[in-house]
């Protein structure tokens, strides 16, 4: 984990106004991704929570100035300590069979997908393990105003650089078409040739 180096007069105001620059469906599809509670979670979340206590807790908690390698300006981060039920729901591609089957996710509209895999217990345990601590990234909107990217209990990882539309070429009509990789399935392997090195971890389990 790395650690706060830099001053700002009030950063729990900063972030606070950076929740409020958020448009509204865009934060509570944040806070869904980090609810147990909520069919939407996936990757690192908050145990026994529905999105409104993520809400919530998000707002109360105390925030202070944060650097880490994954995040670069314009955007920056601040940090919660001693936060209550984090669980890290990510992991390293390289440390996972390529053999599972992963679903690429841009539900953020970014731009990019991420991969998301449907996890066992045996997989979970590896890597679900507790935090107690909560990342906020925020940044300049068109605007230019701060707003919210993400928040997840634990430290950030390097953002995908995969592409979401792409032009691939087509062996039955013999020519390039466009394709949206949102939704898409395929193994971890191929997915892992194609740039992939983190995957977001869904327990199979985890809203039944």
């Known amino acids: 984990m790395a650690t706060s180096t830099y001053e700002d007069p ?13 448009p509204k469906d865009y934060w509570e599809m944040i806070c869904a991704s980090r609810a147990d509670k909520d069919p939407r979670c996936s990757g690192s979340y908050f145990r026994c929570f529905d999105k409104t206590v ?3 807790f998000m707002r109360r908690v105390s925030w202070e100035p944060y650097t880490h390698e994954a995040v ?24 996972c069979d390529p053999s599972i089957e992963i679903t690429f996710d841009d539900s953020k509209n970014t731009g990019y997908v991420e991969a998301i895999v449907e996890a066992n217990d045996e997989l979970f345990d590896k890597n679900g ?9 925020v940044g300049p909107d068109g605007d230019g105003r701060e707003r919210v990217y993400t928040f997840h209990p634990g430290d950030p ?7 979401r539309h792409v032009v691939i070429y087509d062996d039955t009509s013999m020519r390039a078409v466009p394709h949206d990789r949102h939704g898409r399935k395929m193994r971890l392997g191929l997915a892992m040739e194609l740039g992939v090195k983190w995957v977001k971890i869904r327990r199979q389990d985890q809203h039944t």
């Open 10 to 22: 009030d950063p729990s105001s900063i972030v606070h106004a950076a929740i409020q620059n958020t």
């Open 54 to 56: 993520v809400d919530k």
């Open 157 to 163: 990882i390097e953002p995908s650089r995969l592409k």
């Open 129 to 137: 393990f507790e935090v107690d601590f909560t990342v906020m990234i």
């Open 72 to 95: 670069k300006a314009p955007a920056r981060a601040f940090i919660a300590r001693y936060t209550t039920n984090g669980i890290i729901g990510v992991g390293y591609a390289q440390g």
